[in-house]
């Protein structure tokens, strides 16, 4: 009897979620918009929840809102008497975030932009040059002086003796040896400077959310898959500071104007400190560099056009990071042509490299610029 082999088609079926892993995917993105404000964000929970009917009455956004507490994603927190008489509590509790949902916020943002990755060990990135690395090159040479014992290949070496010597009189000598050559793994400093200024949220779009992913998720793949490596991130308006990994949910948009040279010398700055001979700079950016602060303290600011005394202080910072091997990659979210020309030149001072993209795509373009980066040495 003959059986037919083939494929069988049925529908697509989603998988079931539950209904706090329904509303939890939504909260998440939504305290993400938010920058970590929970009441603000169980508003529009609460207002998408009218409109589109994601609960009913065997589970309500109360019950939602009692499991993230029962499940550690937030913490209740109680407000004191504000004239201090001791008489109890005043208000309605309010809520913030855990490190627990903090490190969840993370991992989905590197779910969405990156996709689903798996942790490898120690790191993964490779530079085109063989010799004592530490990952498997698949090819032999035959032993060298100074090579480590755990490179010898017994197989080969084993074959080698016996074609050499036969089974009669076998013996092992250093001429028989065979090493498997290994990639050195190149290890990576990154400073990734994020643009807070008052324009990332200018003219209805909402920038500095992706920045703000991408900066999450550029965390979580470095700290999850290459660990050797190093990422420092900063923001810059009319100055620069660093932030750290806690405070990146809780990102902000000001009342700045753009000192692009106050950031690029935080981000020289700590990138001198680190040991890695491979450095480099991520700049997220839409808008031209605006302001200077003095050397009395004082702010210099131009917010038209291009200003050729700002703009020169910017092109010489390029050049002190080339002379430093230091590449600057810039994602430029504008596209006026005068910024981009103002770009290019940048690009050209440092021997770096310059995307102009728009919102969509910005971690994936990241994320493979980061890649490629890692597969050599960077020498300037």
């Known amino acids: 009897m003959n059986r037919r082999l083939g494929f069988r088609f049925t529908s697509y079926k989603a998988a079931e979620q539950s209904p706090f892993d329904k509303l939890f995917d939504i909260f998440q993105e939504l305290i993400t918009h938010t920058s970590g404000e929970v009441e603000e964000a169980l508003d529009w929970l609460r207002e998408l929840d009218k409109e589109y009917e994601l609960t009913d009455d065997d589970y309500t956004i109360d019950d939602f809102i009692e499991d993230l507490k029962a499940k550690g994603y937030l913490r209740e927190e109680i407000e004191l008497d504000p004239e201090g008489s001791g008489e109890g509590q005043s208000g309605d509790p309010s809520f913030s975030m855990t490190a627990k949902l903090e490190r969840m916020l993370r991992r989905r943002a590197l779910d969405q932009i990156f996709g689903k990755l798996k942790r490898r060990g120690s790191g993964n990135h490779r530079t085109g040059k063989t010799g004592q690395g ?5 090819d032999f040479r035959a032993y060298r002086f100074g090579d480590r014992l755990e490179q010898i290949s017994m197989t080969e070496s084993l074959r080698n003796a016996q074609v050499n010597h036969g089974m009669d009189e076998f013996r092992l000598e250093e001429n028989d040896l065979v090493v498997e050559d290994t990639h050195h793994k190149a290890q990576m400093s990154t400073v990734l400077m994020i643009d807070i ?11 500095i959310t992706p920045a703000k992913k991408v900066a999450m998720a550029l965390t979580e793949l470095i700290t999850t898959r290459y660990p050797k490596d190093t990422l420092d991130i900063l923001v810059f ?6 932030i750290s990994v806690a405070e990146l949910p809780y990102l902000k948009v000001g009342p700045y104007h753009t000192n692009t040279v106050a950031g690029l010398q935080l981000a020289m700055d700590l990138l001198r400190r680190k040991r890695n001979t491979n450095k480099q700079i991520f700049m997220i950016t839409d808008g031209k560099p605006s302001c200077l602060r003095m050397p009395d303290g004082t702010y210099y600011k131009n917010s038209v056009g291009l200003d050729d005394y700002i703009v020169e202080k910017c092109y010489n910072m390029a050049s002190q990071a080339r002379k430093l091997h230091i590449p600057i990659t810039t994602f430029m979210i504008a596209q006026d042509p005068y910024l981009m020309q103002f770009v290019r030149h940048f690009t050209e001072a440092n021997k770096g490299k310059a995307f102009f993209t728009g919102l969509k795509g910005l971690g994936e373009m990241i994320f493979e610029d ?3 980066n890692r597969k050599k040495r960077l020498r300037g």
Do not use: C, F, K, V
């Open 197 to 207: 200024s008052h324009s990332m949220i200018l003219y209805g779009e909402d920038r």
């Open 237 to 242: 308006g009319n100055d620069a500071w660093p």
């Open 370 to 372: 980061y890649e490629q």
């Open 134 to 138: 530490d990952e498997h090159t698949g």
